[in-house]
Protein backbone atom coordinates (compact mmCIF):
# COMPACT_ATOMS: atom_id res chain seq x y z
CA UNK A 1 0.00 0.00 0.00
CA UNK A 2 1.73 3.38 -1.13
CA UNK A 3 2.05 5.60 1.51
CA UNK A 4 1.66 8.73 -0.77
CA UNK A 5 -1.96 7.72 -1.66
CA UNK A 6 -2.57 7.64 2.31
CA UNK A 7 -1.46 10.61 2.57
CA UNK A 8 -3.43 12.04 -0.10
CA UNK A 9 -6.15 10.09 1.03
CA UNK A 10 -6.41 11.88 4.83
CA UNK A 11 -5.78 15.12 3.30
CA UNK A 12 -9.06 14.80 0.96
CA UNK A 13 -10.61 13.91 4.64
CA UNK A 14 -9.37 16.45 6.82
CA UNK A 15 -9.72 19.33 4.05
CA UNK A 16 -13.24 17.53 3.08
CA UNK A 17 -12.81 17.89 -1.06
CA UNK A 18 -10.15 17.12 -3.82
CA UNK A 19 -9.48 20.43 -4.53
CA UNK A 20 -8.85 21.81 -1.40
CA UNK A 21 -6.43 18.66 -0.58
CA UNK A 22 -5.08 19.02 -4.20
CA UNK A 23 -3.87 22.42 -2.80
CA UNK A 24 -2.49 21.00 0.14
CA UNK A 25 -0.59 18.44 -0.96
CA UNK A 26 0.79 20.40 -4.22
CA UNK A 27 -0.87 18.10 -6.88
CA UNK A 28 -3.43 18.84 -9.52
CA UNK A 29 -6.94 17.84 -8.84
CA UNK A 30 -6.83 14.85 -11.10
CA UNK A 31 -3.91 13.36 -9.88
CA UNK A 32 -6.10 12.98 -5.98
CA UNK A 33 -8.74 11.78 -7.12
CA UNK A 34 -6.73 9.30 -9.45
CA UNK A 35 -4.82 8.60 -5.74
CA UNK A 36 -8.36 8.35 -3.83
CA UNK A 37 -9.67 5.89 -7.04
CA UNK A 38 -6.38 3.71 -6.38
CA UNK A 39 -6.60 3.01 -3.40
CA UNK A 40 -10.67 1.97 -3.36
CA UNK A 41 -8.97 -0.59 -6.08
CA UNK A 42 -6.80 -1.92 -4.29
CA UNK A 43 -9.10 -2.45 -0.73
CA UNK A 44 -12.11 -3.30 -2.82
CA UNK A 45 -14.54 -0.95 -1.38
CA UNK A 46 -15.15 2.63 -1.38
CA UNK A 47 -13.72 5.07 0.96
CA UNK A 48 -15.76 8.19 0.43
CA UNK A 49 -19.24 9.05 0.63
CA UNK A 50 -19.03 11.19 -2.57
CA UNK A 51 -23.29 12.00 -2.67
CA UNK A 52 -23.44 13.77 0.62
CA UNK A 53 -23.28 17.53 1.32
CA UNK A 54 -19.57 17.60 2.49
CA UNK A 55 -17.10 14.95 1.44
CA UNK A 56 -17.23 12.27 4.69
CA UNK A 57 -15.45 8.52 4.43
CA UNK A 58 -17.62 5.58 4.82
CA UNK A 59 -17.09 3.13 7.42
CA UNK A 60 -14.39 1.52 5.68
CA UNK A 61 -13.08 4.82 5.18
CA UNK A 62 -13.03 5.52 8.84
CA UNK A 63 -10.85 2.14 9.81
CA UNK A 64 -8.59 3.12 6.64
CA UNK A 65 -8.21 6.99 7.90
CA UNK A 66 -7.66 6.07 11.41
CA UNK A 67 -4.51 3.26 10.55
CA UNK A 68 -3.27 6.13 7.62
CA UNK A 69 -3.20 8.42 9.80
CA UNK A 70 -0.97 6.21 12.82
CA UNK A 71 1.12 4.83 9.52
CA UNK A 72 1.94 8.14 8.25
CA UNK A 73 2.59 9.36 12.41
CA UNK A 74 5.23 6.52 12.54
CA UNK A 75 6.96 7.46 9.50
CA UNK A 76 6.93 10.99 10.44
CA UNK A 77 8.29 10.08 13.53
CA UNK A 78 11.22 7.76 11.53
CA UNK A 79 12.39 10.29 9.64
CA UNK A 80 12.94 12.43 13.13
CA UNK A 81 14.74 9.70 14.43
CA UNK A 82 16.82 9.62 11.29
CA UNK A 83 17.09 13.31 11.33
CA UNK A 84 18.45 13.24 14.88
CA UNK A 85 20.91 10.49 14.45
CA UNK A 86 22.19 12.93 11.27
CA UNK A 87 22.41 15.81 13.94
CA UNK A 88 24.54 13.76 16.04
CA UNK A 89 21.12 14.55 19.06
CA UNK A 90 20.88 10.40 19.44
CA UNK A 91 22.55 8.00 18.99
CA UNK A 92 25.65 5.37 19.75
CA UNK A 93 29.20 4.93 19.45
CA UNK A 94 30.75 2.33 19.73
CA UNK A 95 34.49 2.34 20.55
CA UNK A 96 37.16 0.03 21.51
CA UNK A 97 40.40 1.69 23.64
CA UNK A 98 43.22 -0.58 25.07
CA UNK A 99 45.05 0.07 28.12
CA UNK A 100 48.09 2.26 26.72
CA UNK A 101 48.04 5.74 26.34
CA UNK A 102 44.19 5.70 26.49
CA UNK A 103 43.76 7.67 29.62
CA UNK A 104 46.42 10.76 28.74
CA UNK A 105 45.32 10.97 24.83
CA UNK A 106 41.70 10.50 24.96
CA UNK A 107 39.81 11.45 28.48
CA UNK A 108 39.74 14.97 27.33
CA UNK A 109 38.31 14.26 24.04
CA UNK A 110 35.69 12.02 25.96
CA UNK A 111 34.98 14.91 27.68
CA UNK A 112 34.79 17.59 24.66
CA UNK A 113 32.74 14.90 22.78
CA UNK A 114 30.18 14.58 25.72
CA UNK A 115 29.89 18.63 25.73
CA UNK A 116 28.92 18.72 22.60
CA UNK A 117 26.83 15.49 22.06
CA UNK A 118 24.92 14.51 25.08
CA UNK A 119 22.84 12.34 23.51
CA UNK A 120 25.60 10.36 22.19
CA UNK A 121 25.71 7.08 23.88
CA UNK A 122 29.37 5.75 23.88
CA UNK A 123 29.86 2.03 24.65
CA UNK A 124 33.28 1.77 25.34
CA UNK A 125 35.15 -1.88 25.14
CA UNK A 126 38.56 -1.78 26.25
CA UNK A 127 40.89 -5.04 25.50
CA UNK A 128 44.32 -5.13 24.06
CA UNK A 129 45.01 -3.71 20.67
CA UNK A 130 45.13 -7.15 18.40
CA UNK A 131 41.54 -8.05 19.84
CA UNK A 132 40.04 -5.00 19.11
CA UNK A 133 40.99 -5.27 15.71
CA UNK A 134 38.82 -8.45 15.66
CA UNK A 135 36.44 -6.78 16.58
CA UNK A 136 36.01 -3.71 13.95
CA UNK A 137 36.39 -6.54 11.57
CA UNK A 138 33.40 -9.07 12.93
CA UNK A 139 31.88 -5.53 13.26
CA UNK A 140 31.33 -5.62 17.12
CA UNK A 141 32.62 -2.01 17.33
CA UNK A 142 33.05 1.29 15.05
CA UNK A 143 36.27 1.73 15.97
CA UNK A 144 39.13 0.96 17.76
CA UNK A 145 42.71 2.51 18.88
CA UNK A 146 45.70 0.57 17.36
CA UNK A 147 49.21 0.46 16.23
CA UNK A 148 50.76 1.20 12.73
CA UNK A 149 51.20 -0.89 10.76
CA UNK A 150 47.73 -2.21 10.36
CA UNK A 151 46.04 -4.65 7.96
CA UNK A 152 44.81 -3.53 4.77
CA UNK A 153 41.47 -4.92 5.81
CA UNK A 154 41.79 -1.01 7.74
CA UNK A 155 41.41 2.38 6.83
CA UNK A 156 43.34 4.89 9.87
CA UNK A 157 43.81 8.08 11.02
CA UNK A 158 46.48 8.74 13.18
CA UNK A 159 46.56 9.51 16.61
CA UNK A 160 50.02 10.15 18.08
CA UNK A 161 53.68 8.79 17.24
CA UNK A 162 56.00 8.07 19.82
CA UNK A 163 59.17 6.49 20.44
CA UNK A 164 59.42 3.42 22.85
CA UNK A 165 61.46 4.05 25.79
CA UNK A 166 63.26 1.40 27.96
CA UNK A 167 62.44 1.60 31.64
CA UNK A 168 64.89 0.82 34.34
CA UNK A 169 65.61 0.44 38.13
CA UNK A 170 67.60 3.73 39.36
CA UNK A 171 70.29 1.30 41.12
CA UNK A 172 70.27 -1.01 37.51
CA UNK A 173 73.74 -1.13 35.12
CA UNK A 174 72.44 1.13 32.41
CA UNK A 175 70.93 3.43 34.44
CA UNK A 176 73.52 5.83 34.22
CA UNK A 177 73.28 5.74 30.64
CA UNK A 178 72.06 8.29 27.94
CA UNK A 179 71.20 6.24 25.32
CA UNK A 180 70.87 2.41 25.09
CA UNK A 181 71.04 -0.16 21.94
CA UNK A 182 68.69 -2.71 21.42
CA UNK A 183 71.48 -5.54 21.69
CA UNK A 184 72.09 -4.52 24.72
CA UNK A 185 68.93 -6.12 26.13
CA UNK A 186 70.41 -9.55 25.12
CA UNK A 187 70.29 -11.45 28.50
CA UNK A 188 68.27 -8.98 30.71
CA UNK A 189 65.03 -10.43 32.01
CA UNK A 190 62.15 -8.23 30.10
CA UNK A 191 58.74 -6.88 31.56
CA UNK A 192 56.26 -7.40 28.94
CA UNK A 193 52.10 -6.28 28.45
CA UNK A 194 49.56 -8.84 29.03
CA UNK A 195 48.79 -11.03 25.99
CA UNK A 196 47.05 -9.00 22.84
CA UNK A 197 49.04 -5.67 23.56
CA UNK A 198 50.17 -4.70 20.16
CA UNK A 199 53.28 -3.54 22.06
CA UNK A 200 54.83 -6.94 22.60
CA UNK A 201 55.60 -8.04 19.10
CA UNK A 202 57.23 -4.60 18.72
CA UNK A 203 60.30 -5.28 21.38
CA UNK A 204 59.94 -8.97 20.56
CA UNK A 205 60.53 -8.06 16.47
CA UNK A 206 62.96 -5.40 18.07
CA UNK A 207 65.28 -7.43 19.87
CA UNK A 208 65.39 -10.41 17.35
CA UNK A 209 66.70 -8.00 14.98
CA UNK A 210 68.95 -7.10 16.80
CA UNK A 211 70.14 -10.78 16.70
CA UNK A 212 69.13 -12.50 20.22
CA UNK A 213 65.56 -14.52 21.78
CA UNK A 214 64.36 -12.02 23.95
CA UNK A 215 63.79 -13.25 27.67
CA UNK A 216 60.51 -12.70 29.10
CA UNK A 217 60.39 -12.58 32.79
CA UNK A 218 56.30 -12.07 33.20
CA UNK A 219 53.68 -10.17 31.75
CA UNK A 220 51.12 -7.46 33.36
CA UNK A 221 48.13 -5.69 31.71
CA UNK A 222 48.18 -2.53 34.14
CA UNK A 223 51.31 0.05 33.19
CA UNK A 224 51.13 1.24 37.23
CA UNK A 225 51.90 -2.38 38.26
CA UNK A 226 54.81 -2.92 35.18
CA UNK A 227 56.76 0.27 36.23
CA UNK A 228 56.26 -1.17 39.97
CA UNK A 229 58.31 -4.61 38.77
CA UNK A 230 60.79 -2.15 37.02
CA UNK A 231 61.39 -0.26 40.07
CA UNK A 232 61.64 -3.54 42.55
CA UNK A 233 64.57 -4.60 39.90
CA UNK A 234 62.67 -7.58 38.58
CA UNK A 235 63.53 -6.62 35.16
CA UNK A 236 63.19 -4.06 32.25
CA UNK A 237 60.31 -2.56 30.46
CA UNK A 238 58.87 -0.57 27.86
CA UNK A 239 56.23 2.34 27.49
CA UNK A 240 55.98 5.26 24.76
CA UNK A 241 58.04 7.84 26.04
CA UNK A 242 55.28 10.39 26.72
CA UNK A 243 53.42 7.40 28.58
CA UNK A 244 56.77 6.88 30.55
CA UNK A 245 57.08 10.75 31.45
CA UNK A 246 53.61 10.72 32.77
CA UNK A 247 53.72 7.96 34.46
CA UNK A 248 57.31 9.46 36.27
CA UNK A 249 58.70 6.55 39.74
CA UNK A 250 61.38 7.84 41.71
CA UNK A 251 62.67 4.45 41.28
CA UNK A 252 62.67 4.06 37.53
CA UNK A 253 64.85 5.72 34.73
CA UNK A 254 63.68 6.08 31.23
CA UNK A 255 65.92 5.95 28.85
CA UNK A 256 65.87 6.19 25.14
CA UNK A 257 66.62 3.18 23.09
CA UNK A 258 68.78 3.97 19.95
CA UNK A 259 66.52 1.78 17.24
CA UNK A 260 64.54 4.19 15.18
CA UNK A 261 62.26 1.07 13.77
CA UNK A 262 60.86 0.63 17.42
CA UNK A 263 57.76 3.08 18.24
CA UNK A 264 54.99 3.52 19.26
CA UNK A 265 52.11 5.31 16.50
CA UNK A 266 48.82 4.97 17.52
CA UNK A 267 46.07 5.16 15.33
CA UNK A 268 42.10 4.87 15.58
CA UNK A 269 41.41 2.06 12.60
CA UNK A 270 37.89 1.08 11.16
CA UNK A 271 36.91 -1.71 8.00
CA UNK A 272 38.05 -0.05 4.91
CA UNK A 273 35.27 0.70 2.67
CA UNK A 274 32.89 0.07 5.85
CA UNK A 275 30.27 2.73 6.86
CA UNK A 276 31.07 4.71 9.72
CA UNK A 277 28.11 6.37 11.62
CA UNK A 278 27.67 10.37 12.63
CA UNK A 279 29.26 9.50 15.64
CA UNK A 280 32.06 7.83 14.66
CA UNK A 281 32.83 10.77 11.93
CA UNK A 282 32.51 13.26 14.88
CA UNK A 283 34.58 11.37 16.97
CA UNK A 284 37.55 11.28 14.77
CA UNK A 285 37.31 14.86 14.04
CA UNK A 286 37.27 15.62 17.48
CA UNK A 287 40.09 13.75 18.08
CA UNK A 288 42.27 15.19 14.99
CA UNK A 289 41.33 18.62 16.53
CA UNK A 290 43.07 17.33 19.74
CA UNK A 291 45.99 15.61 18.06
CA UNK A 292 46.80 17.28 15.22
CA UNK A 293 48.80 14.92 12.71
Known amino acids: MDLRALRVFVEVVRQGGFSRAARAVFITQSAVSKAVRQLEDEIGVPLLDRDA ?10 IVLRRAQALLAERDDLLAELAELRGLRRGVLRLGLPAIGSSQLFAPVFADYRRRWPGIEIRLVEQGSKRLEEQVLAGEIELAASLLPVAEAFDWQIVQRERIELLVAVDHPLAQRAVVATAELAGLPLILFGEGFALNPLVLDACRRAGFEPDVVTRSSQIDFVVELVASGLGVGFLPGAIARQRAHPGVRVLPLD ?10 VWRRGGHLSAAARAWLERVAAHHPA
Do not use: K, S, V
Open 53 to 62: ARLQPTAAGE
Open 259 to 268: DPGLRWDLAL
